[in-house]
């Protein structure tokens, strides 16, 4: 929380005060509880946690180029190079800038005729969250808005990434899996062979391929976890808010890496309904210490 208010560089005097209104946003967040409930757990009126949530989350989405930016310097790019050939236990892929995938957001269905649009090939309404992450599992570009029914390769087309071909840089690629075309230009993609393989060789390729290329699956799931209520359940805000609470939730992931905070990532089971996940005791007990704090209230 303290990373996060300094990142916001917020002094804003009037109103609830900005840890407060923080906290609010990260009890959101973390719980994924209608505005309502919000209201009744701060004692804060329904319309100002709202307006509040909003004001949050827009914060927190304006400062997302301090913490997800592709690397700026060569050194930067040969740290990320030497993680992935750690990670693969091969140094062909210390020339590896990053592992490239697609992740999909549960949503309400959206009405109307475009509403078909969203029910991906798992058959529930979804958007897609597209991202790149280095080799400690922090992403280092993202792309959210997609309906679900899109195809992964064709929103890596449609994606700032892939249109500006400014990165990986040349002799740098990026690792990702066999739902992407293996390309050279406008970005270099490297997928595993397809099967069925030939030859110890590709079969070694491939293996090795797969461990450094899961650490993007490790981050999405990471962030699951630590966002469990917000990507585990459909997320019932308005479609076009989604892609704002899912970039704020990414940064705080980010800034969590940042920090040495890494968790074992969450499996989930697309073909299971959602289930009603509650908030985990140290959260709820940090939020609430927080709230005690700031308006001296003890039960």
Not at 147 to 164: C, E, F, Q, W
Not at 237 to 264: R, S, Y
């Amino acid at each position: 929380m303290q990373q996060l208010m300094v990142a916001l560089k917020t002094d804003r005097q009037h109103g609830w005060g900005p840890t407060l209104e923080t906290l609010v946003f990260l009890f959101w967040l973390a719980t994924g509880s209608a505005y309502r409930v919000v209201s009744r757990v701060f004692s804060m009126p329904l319309p100002t946690v709202f307006r509040v949530v909003h004001r949050m989350v827009d914060e927190v989405v304006a400062v997302l180029p301090h913490f997800v930016h592709l690397p700026r310097t060569q050194e930067e790019l040969q740290v990320v190079g030497g993680g992935f050939a750690r990670l693969a236990h091969h140094q062909a892929f210390g020339k590896a800038a990053g592992a490239v995938d697609g992740c999909h957001i549960r949503i309400k269905c959206p009405g109307g005729p475009d509403g078909h649009d969203y029910h991906n090939r798992k058959l529930f309404p979804s958007v897609v969250l597209q991202a790149v992450c280095d080799h400690q599992g922090r992403f280092i570009d993202i792309f959210v808005g997609y309906p679900g029914s899109v195809h992964d390769a064709r929103t890596l087309k449609n994606s700032p990434i892939y249109t500006r071909g400014n990165y990986p840089p040349p002799g740098y690629f990026l690792l990702t899996d066999g739902g992407y075309p293996c390309l050279q230009e406008p970005l270099a993609l490297i997928t595993p062979y397809k099967r069925p393989v030939r030859g110890m060789a590709e079969q070694r390729f491939n293996y090795d391929h797969s461990r450094g290329r899961t650490i993007i699956e490790r981050a999405f799931g990471m962030m699951k976890t630590r966002f469990r209520c917000i990507f585990l359940e459909a997320l019932e805000v308005q479609t076009l808010f989604v892609p704002k609470v899912v970039t704020a939730c990414v940064i705080l992931h980010n800034i969590c890496v940042g920090v040495g905070d890494v968790l074992e990532e969450v499996v989930e089971d697309n073909n299971q309904p959602p289930v009603e996940l509650s908030l985990s005791s140290a959260v709820c007990c940090f939020l609430s210490l927080g709230y005690r704090r700031i308006t001296g209230f003890s039960s």
